[in-house]
């Protein structure tokens, strides 16, 4: 029962054009959403956060949206650059818990 | 970077023996965490702890325990190592906050023969 997917295991994007990371969750009480990318033999590091209470956010090149009703989130990376080459997991959980339950990871590869 | 190390960072080791990994951390949060990840599942939860002596089992804890004597160190116990077993685990620490992310150790690769 996976309750939060990440449909696209791999993604290819050229260097300076946007990369569109989605992520699907099924559990209503998820209400918050995380972020995470992993280089080859490192631990995942946080990238970036949203509440259910707002609908996007911004950290530099990187915003996640969050549409409640389609139960989906999507992380945008403008530009892209060749350092942004990683697996990319998206974790939620909800208030009051603090196990985050992780997507399966979206390979992306940000090619000259 | 948290400060969060894990030994050994690779191990080999035969079906039926038991292994040890450990976890620590310099950063004085209260939760902490074990997963593992595997091709096709992404990152799952073993056991956490809230606390010292306070833990509880995630997702795929069948064949693991778990221990929390001091804030500072969290063990996973692979009781009889078996070759499902064979997988990258990362232990990871946070806050009290719903908000407070977790941030994850460089990783301990086993391989069970």
């Known amino acids: 029962d996976q309750q939060v997917k990440q449909n696209s295991p791999s993604l290819s994007v050229q260097e300076g054009r946007i990369s569109i990371l989605n992520c699907d969750y099924t559990n209503s009480m998820f209400d918050y959403f995380l972020w995470y990318k992993k280089y080859p033999a490192e631990g995942p590091t946080f990238l970036i956060s949203i509440s259910s209470i707002k609908d996007k956010n911004e950290d530099g090149r990187f915003t996640v949206f969050l549409n409640k009703s389609a139960k989906h989130l999507s992380l945008h990376i403008v530009p892209s650059q060749p350092g942004d080459s990683a697996v990319y997991f998206c974790?939620?959980?909800?208030?009051?818990?603090?196990?985050?339950?992780f997507g399966t990871g979206t390979q992306l590869k940000v090619e000259l | 970077d948290a400060g969060i190390t894990q030994s050994p960072r690779h191990k080999v080791t035969e079906t039926g023996t038991p292994v040890t990994l450990r976890c620590h951390q310099t950063?004085?949060?209260?939760?902490m965490y074990w997963y593992r990840q595997d091709p096709g599942h992404g990152l799952r939860l073993i056991h956490y702890?809230?606390?010292?002596?306070?833990?509880d089992k995630g997702e795929v804890s069948d064949g693991y325990s778990v221990s929390r004597s001091k804030t500072e160190d969290f063990l996973l116990t692979l009781e009889s190592a078996t070759s499902s077993q064979t997988s990258v685990y990362f232990c990871a620490i946070s806050g009290t906050a719903v908000q407070d992310p977790q941030y994850f150790g460089p990783g301990t690769r086993l391989l069970v023969l």
């Open positions: 974790a939620a959980t909800y208030e009051g818990g603090n196990k985050l339950t």
């Open positions: 702890s809230y606390g010292v002596k306070d833990t």
């Open positions: 950063e004085n949060h209260r939760y």
